[in-house]
Antibody, heavy 119, light 107 residues
Framework: QLQLLEPVPRLVKPSETLSLTCSVS??????????WAWIRQPPGKGLEWIGS???????YSSPSLKSRVILTVDTSKKQFSLNLTSVTAADTAVFYC???????????WGQGRLVTVSS | DIQVTQSPSSLSASVGDRVTITCRTS??????LSWYQHKPGHAPTLLIY???TLQSGVPSRFSGSGSGTDFTLTISSLQPEDVATYYC?????????FGGGTKVEIK
């Protein structure tokens, strides 16, 4: 199971950093076949992959967001985090965390939360 | 970057109809394509991975086919609970890219 840790920020001001953490339970966190991913869906739009990170910290992210995305992992707590810097209204979205396995793709998803960027 | 073109963007069909959704990638991705069902207020769920393997627990009316650049999701007999938006995803290599989505409704 994947679960976004509370408190999940519902409102973030423009130019600030959006921070989310996902906790993993009931699944192997440190498998070489697994990456931990972030995906978002802006209101009325489709799904967008943000980035993925492995248990050893190797990460990759969308070129369009790469300069603003910081992905980290804490294997001792079985948690992974997203920091999205310098947010604007265009970053308003439902954010999901997910498990990305090399064969089965995104097979488990967290519950998703709407984060609004507004002053 | 690999672009994914999904069609149609929406469709309306009757219960029991056969429904087909396609995804085309801008370059070959072998079988690295998966399909997701997304209902409002819920997280997406995996239907099909590596192009044609049905995820455990998914009804057998869902099937996937294709390889290379052209892929298809088929619902053999549309049911009311299948109303949702469907997405394909290529994970051949980063960046990972989703198709634009297909909204499926009942006529």
């Amino acid at each position: 199971q994947l679960q976004l840790l509370e408190p999940v920020p519902r409102l973030v001001k423009p130019s600030e950093t959006l921070s989310l953490t996902c906790s993993v339970s009931g699944a192997s966190f440190s498998s070489s076949d697994v990456h931990w991913a972030w995906i978002r869906q802006p209101p009325g739009k489709g799904l967008e992959w943000i980035g993925s990170i492995s248990y050893n910290g190797r990460s990759y992210s969308s070129p369009s967001l790469k300069s603003r995305v910081i992905l980290t992992v804490d294997t001792s707590k079985k948690q992974f985090s997203l920091n999205l810097t310098s947010v604007t209204a265009a970053d308003t979205a439902v954010f999901y965390c997910a498990r990305h396995v090399s064969v089965t793709a995104f097979d488990f998803w967290g519950q998703g939360r709407l984060v609004t960027v507004s002053s | 970057d690999i672009q994914v073109t999904q069609s149609p963007s929406s469709l309306s069909a009757s219960v029991g109809d056969r429904v087909t959704i396609t995804c085309r990638t801008s370059q070959g991705v072998s079988h690295a394509l998966s399909w997701y069902q997304h209902k409002p207020g819920h997280a997406p769920t995996l239907l099909i991975y590596v192009a044609s393997t049905l995820q455990s627990g998914v009804p057998s009316r869902f099937s996937g086919s294709g390889s290379g650049t052209d892929f298809t999701l088929t619902i053999s007999s549309l049911q009311p609970e299948d109303v949702a938006t469907y997405y394909c995803l290529q994970d051949y290599g980063p960046p990972l890219t989703f198709g634009g989505g297909t909204k499926v409704e009942i006529k």
